[in-house]
């Protein structure tokens, strides 16, 4: 079993940044596709970030690409996304998603993954 804690969430302006972490306990974290998904109000949950167990390859919603970066630190068992030039419409709930399959394809489909956080709540104000 692997249990996800995601932080970092809170209220920022348009334009300004945050960073995200998840810390994952349990099994071994390094075999393991981490993902960041978000949900806003009314809509459905969609994916933003991946990154492979090595940390080599990493993949982006188009909307947060040169905007958003997803990091991993295996020593410590934790995930990131550090999110600048933040926007309104990047306000939802941001939830950590984990892999046991250290295939990285399908990287954005939601059912791959089998270990999620309760989520973190990211509020962009214009």
């Known amino acids: 079993q692997v249990q996800l804690v995601e932080s970092g969430g809170g209220l920022v302006q348009a334009g300004g940044s945050l960073r995200l972490s998840c810390a994952a306990s349990g099994r071994t974290f390094g075999v393991y596709v981490m993902a960041w998904f978000r949900q806003a109000p009314g809509k459905e949950r969609e994916f933003v970030a991946a990154i492979s167990w090595s940390g080599y390859n990493t993949d982006y919603l188009d909307s947060v690409k040169g905007r958003f970066t997803i990091s991993r630190d295996n020593a410590i068992n934790t995930v990131y996304l550090q999110m600048n030039s933040l926007k309104p419409d990047d306000t939802a709930v941001y939830y950590c998603?984990?892999?046991?399959?250290?295939?990285?394809?399908?990287?954005?489909?939601?059912?791959?993954?089998?270990?999620w956080g309760r989520g973190t709540q990211v509020t962009v104000s214009s």
């Open positions: 998603a984990a892999d046991s399959d250290r295939n990285y394809s399908h990287y954005a489909t939601e059912s791959r993954y089998d270990y």
